[in-house]
């Protein structure tokens, strides 16, 4: 029942104490590897989400589509992407540090989240084209540098 009294203002003060938790991790000492780093920007979009989704609820000017792709494009395809590259390198024995590539991918994830939110407010279809490129291009990419590292051989020792 999304639309029972009360429910938007639960979301956005869910919201606000999951940003307050974020806050707390102090994930800005985290910016010198970026395999952490976009564990926060993960973790920011659900807070994101959940005050966006609960002020459209609530009547506010905004679309309850903003709050729903900010979770599933921003929070749940970022979380996946950076759980995935971390537990493959990890599992096949590489340094858990994330490269050139492994940025691009996050880059990516995060340039189709806000494309998305630009387009929900602008109603440009050409970011909605950029949030699709840019969702397809991150998931493209990381098979395309993990897959490799998946069908090969453990390292039995991480690589310098």
Known sequence: ???????????????????IRLLRWRGWRTLGEPLISILHL???????GM???????????VRESVGLHVLTIGAMGTMILAVSTRASLGHTGRLL????????????????????????????????????????????????LYAPIWFAPRLTTPAP
Request: one cysteine or more; proline letters at 1%.
């Open 97 to 144: 540090t994330a490269g050139k590539g492994t940025c691009a991918v996050y880059s990516l994830v995060s340039l189709a989240v806000l494309a998305r939110i630009v387009f929900e407010f602008s109603g440009a279809l050409s970011f909605l084209w950029v949030a699709a490129a840019a969702w397809t291009g991150a998931f493209a990419l990381f098979v395309a």
């Open 51 to 61: 005050f966006l989704l609960g002020l459209a609820i609530e009547g506010a000017d």
């Open 1 to 19: 029942m999304p639309d029972a009294t009360g429910i938007g203002m639960l979301l956005i003060f869910s919201g606000a104490l999951h940003l």
């Open 42 to 48: 993960g973790y920011l979009w659900i807070a994101v």
